[in-house]
């Protein structure tokens, strides 16, 4: 009997196995349509404070929701404006660009053939191949036209969410029931994402401005561009920091001097210190419970499921994930695992 029962637990973790192999499958097969309307529902998350707030002060529900839409429209459109032509005028200037480069190239190869490492000279101008540059730009740009047709997808998901948000309350309550612990645990979860998305965007909003505070001063070209770049990788854990930076060092180092590069270097690195390690976690209290091995291995798994957007949602699809994971008796030791602090209690535990 005891034999028969082990089979059976064997047996069961494999079919739940299985089962979840075949749900990420899916998932995966499905990302170009889930990924847009996961990002439309995290927007609807931080747009519904705003709509709640002007229905309760007497604005007609659809006068409100037309609004909201009307500014994310306005928002979108005007950062793939901003991108687009500043991506045409890098192409335009790159020529240039290419010749100062060469010069650079030519010069250090020098140097470090002095140095004693032979080949430097001949070694550092196939670094970096102008046409391959030229068709990354075309493919970014070709990328911005085709991310406006996703936009518009978005938005219209964003406003259909909002339309209905008022009557999800309702059906998710009795579709899970009513327990004062499970509303606890999906408004608790719902705060966590809208705290965080909010805090995100004006933490990467004021990285753009600083960053492009800082390339004005310096006098580096197409610093708008720049800053529309950091404000969107800001979003991504960890990697964003550091492939905002790579392309303005390379421009101040070809446009200008190494020590202008150097100051560019050390503005983002400070801008990305200040805002990122010292604001953020000051205004996110403390901090949304997922551990920073956690965050790293869910930019890695949800960009890898999701493509693209899952890289951008990596964080607030894993604070769903962990509280799914945290609701169910069998799965709560995988919610321990995620979380930062495995000595605080769960959210079943504080209710």
């Given at each position: ?9 064997i047996s069961?973790a ?20 889930l990924?847009p ?8 998350i931080v747009?519904l404070?705003?709509?709640r707030w ?10 409100a929701?037309a609004?909201?839409l009307?500014?994310?429209?306005d ?21 240039g660009y ?26 550092l101008?196939?670094?970096?191949d102008?046409?391959?540059?030229v068709s ?16 518009l997808?978005v938005?219209?998901?964003v ?30 979860v ?5 705290q ?14 600083v ?6 001063v ?11 770049l950091?404000f ?11 492939l ?7 421009l ?16 983002f ?13 000051r205004f ?7 551990s920073t ?6 930019l890695?798994?949800?960009g ?11 964080v ?11 609701a169910?008796?069998s799965?709560?030791?995988?919610a ?12 079943s535990?504080?209710?």
């Open positions: 009997m005891t034999h028969l029962q082990g089979f059976s637990s069961q494999l079919i739940v196995l299985a089962a979840i192999a075949i749900i990420l499958l899916f998932v995966k097969f499905a990302a170009p349509i990924a309307v996961l990002l439309a529902a995290f927007i609807a747009s404070p705003p709509l002007m229905v309760q002060h007497g604005v007609p529900k659809w006068i929701l609004a909201i009307f500014l994310l429209f928002f979108g459109s005007i950062l793939a404006l901003l991108m687009t032509s500043g991506l045409e005028g890098f192409r335009e200037n790159l020529p290419q010749q100062r480069f060469e010069l650079l190239s030519e010069q250090l190869g020098n140097w470090l053939e002095a140095a004693g490492i032979e080949g430097s000279r001949a070694a101008p196939d670094m970096v102008a046409r391959k540059v990354f730009v075309r493919a970014m740009l070709a990328s911005v036209s085709n991310t406006l047709g996703v936009g997808l938005l219209l998901t406003a259909f969410i909002l339309a209905e948000a008022s009557n999800f309350g309702p059906r998710i309550k009795k579709a899970f029931g009513g327990s004062e612990t499970f509303q606890f645990q999906f408004g608790r719902l705060d966590s994402l809208s965080y998305m909010l805090i995100k965007i004006v933490s990467s909003f004021a990285t753009g401005l960053v492009w505070i800082l390339l004005w310096l006098g580096i070209d197409f610093a708008a561009l720049w800053a529309i950091a969107v990788l800001n979003f991504i854990p960890f990697v964003g920091a550091i905002m930076m790579i392309p303005p060092v390379l101040a180092t070809v446009q200008a001097d190494l020590e202008t590069a150097l100051l560019v270097a050390v503005g690195i400070a801008a990305n210190t200040i805002i990122g390690n010292v604001l953020e976690p996110m209290g403390e901090g949304l419970g997922i091995l956690t965050v790293f291995l869910s890695i798994f949800w890898w499921l999701l493509g693209t957007i899952g890289v951008f949602l990596s607030p699809l894993t604070i769903v994930l962990i509280a799914v994971l945290e169910n008796e799965t709560r030791p995988l321990v695992l995620l979380s930062a602090d495995a000595d605080k209690n769960s959210l535990d504080e209710t």
